[in-house]
Each structure stands twice: as C-alpha cells, then as structure tokens.
C-alpha cells in the first residue's frame, strides 16, 4: 500500500472506523515525506506524500468503514522549562537561539530536546525545568539561517 495523502487528524475527524492499526514514529521521522513504516500489525506501507506537508501526531495514513491507519508519535527524551518570569524565559530564549536549538512552546512551558549543555545552562540561571519523556505533537525543526 501506497499512502499519498493523509485523510485527516483523528483528533478532528467526525466519524472513525472501530479497528485502528498504529504506526509508531520518532518524532525526527514526522519530516520525512517519503519513508517506509511497518504498522502495529504488521502490515507493511509506503509514505510519498504529494503535499508539501510534514506529517504529525494523530494523522490518519488511510480509513475505510472498518480500519484506519493512524500515526502515533513515541516519546522524546526532552526538556521542560517553566520560568517564573519573562526576565528568566527572555535569558533561556537568547542562550538557547544563540546554540540554534529548535523549541516548542505548549502553554507556559519551553520545550527542548535533552542536552546535558542545556540542563547545565538551567541550573547554573536557576531556571526550572524538568527532564522527562514526553511525546510532542511535531518534530523537532532546524530552521536554516547564515551570518555572512
């Protein structure tokens, strides 16, 4: 089976077929438009998305009136920053753009993939954070810049 578009998100679909089989992503794959996945039966499938779209937690590869196919994101080893003002979220943010380490932001919290650097840096500017595996919704994304 080939998937060339996704069907939809299963936290937005109206109607949902009883059996769901699961393909179980690191979040770093959720990138990748073209790829080969095994689902949680067995059942082996093709990705070649046509849109220029990366995939995400919840997106339904394929659906008929019984089945569906749903990607499922597995935990990432992260840090979760909860600074007690904007002076500490305004610090972390300028340390960790300067390193050019990508984040996600849910509520209050700063997410970042786990770095012993990092979990230093928080520590010695008394910010909290907690380590923890956590499954996030996208991937972790590098966005491309020069100095020149």
Known sequence: MIIEKIVGNIATLEKRANHVERVYLQSNDLLKRIQRVVTDHGKEIGIRLTDKRELLDGDVLYM????????????????????????????????????H????????????????????????????????????????????????
């Open 64 to 99: 008929d009136e019984k089945n569906m196919i749903v990607i499922s994101v597995k935990a990432d080893d992260v840090i979760t920053i909860q600074p007690l003002s904007i002076q500490q979220m305004g610090e972390i943010a300028h340390q960790l753009g300067n390193r």
């Open 101 to 148: 380490l990508p984040a996600q932001f849910e509520g209050n919290e700063m997410i970042v993939q786990y770095d012993y650097l990092v979990e230093e840096l928080l520590k010695q500017l008394s910010i909290p954070f907690k380590r923890e595996n956590r499954k996030v919704k996208q991937a972790f994304r590098h966005i491309g810049h020069s100095h020149d």
